[in-house]
């Protein structure tokens, strides 16, 4: 299959990386940018360099023949309705995450998706993260042994200066701390150590009031495996973004850009340092896009499943959502929330 037509929904910060990935990729076209607003569409078009249509219908854009991917770029609370609209009229979806942020939107869009047989993939996109790929590739090549403690930080000082500020900041349309952010550091735990079994939270309000929703929160996590961990979030926090990953494992472990093992290096005196790319900014500019989408239109093309396609994007999205339960009411929740 060659010449898939794209249409890029949402005129926002992101939309403009998949815009240049998806013009990078030798397989597919962007053939209309959608938007609310046909200014905001025409000028990510104009950013991007290129000639296409510009709509501010979406449910037009979906009738068309000539598109076959639609990627969803617009708040969070639009992508459930959205995302079902796609399913039902073919087309295969690249969704930004939160792709929702309720049990219900999960699970309608889940079944939407089932039922039309597309292919998606939820853009998590710090698995194609240089510095990610080579933990992951440390853990699957045993140089950790069995991974026992696990734990990652999604640290940034969000304010008006980001363009979704007015959306994220409110609990209809933003959701959580966890599930505007956080979910990145969730999803990073489950790609790099399983599935979670249960988690224990807490949530605080350190300074900032114009957020809806408690903008700190940690949690406590048991894996599957019987592994534990630690997951935390904040907006609040006046520094630079900080992702902050570490793996501790029965041969080795993993601190950052620091990575110690005997079991490869039996001379190893102390951390040695892994020269990569980290997952160091909040900027969309800095993350691996090209990666992703090229990822998912080899999924199209080969008609094969995504390993972060919509149905496993539920978990991370439920662990979000337990978290916030726990915080809310104090007590541990056990996963999965969702029927299989």
Known sequence: MAGLGVAVHGAGWVSGEHIKAYNKNPHTEVRVVSSRKAESARARAEEAGIRCDISTDFE??????DIQVVSICTPNDLHPRETIAAAQAGKH?????????????LRAMR???RKAGVK????????????IETVKALISDGALGKVFYASTDYLHDIGPWWTGYSWAIRKDSGGSAMLTGGCHAIDCLRWLVGDV??????????????????????????????????????FEIPMPYVFNVEMHGSEGAVRNERFYSLKKFPGQTGFMNIPSIMPDSGEVAHH???????????????????????????KTHEVCLAIDQSAATGQPVRLPLLDA
């Not at 037009?60 to 023949?65: E, F, G, P, Q, S």
């Not at 998606?120 to 510095?131: A, E, G």
Request: net charge negative; aromatic share 10%; hydrophobic share 40%.
């Open 60 to 65: 037009k854009v979906l009738a068309r023949d």
């Open 111 to 113: 079944d939407a998706v």
């Open 120 to 131: 998606t993939v939820v853009s998590f996109v710090l698995r194609w993260n240089p510095y």
């Open 288 to 314: 691996p896009f090209q990666g992703e989408i090229d990822h998912f239109v080899d999924c199209i093309r080969q008609n094969r499943e995504s390993h972060v396609n919509l149905e496993d994007a539920v």
């Open 93 to 105: 979806i690249l969704i930004e995450k939160p792709v929702a942020t309720s049990l219900e939107d």
């Open 197 to 234: 079994a249960e988690v224990y939270a807490y949530g605080t309000r350190g300074h900032r009031t114009d957020y809806e929703y408690l903008p700190t929160v940690m949690a406590a996590l048991k894996f599957q495996s019987g592994a534990i961990g630690k997951i935390s979030t904040s």
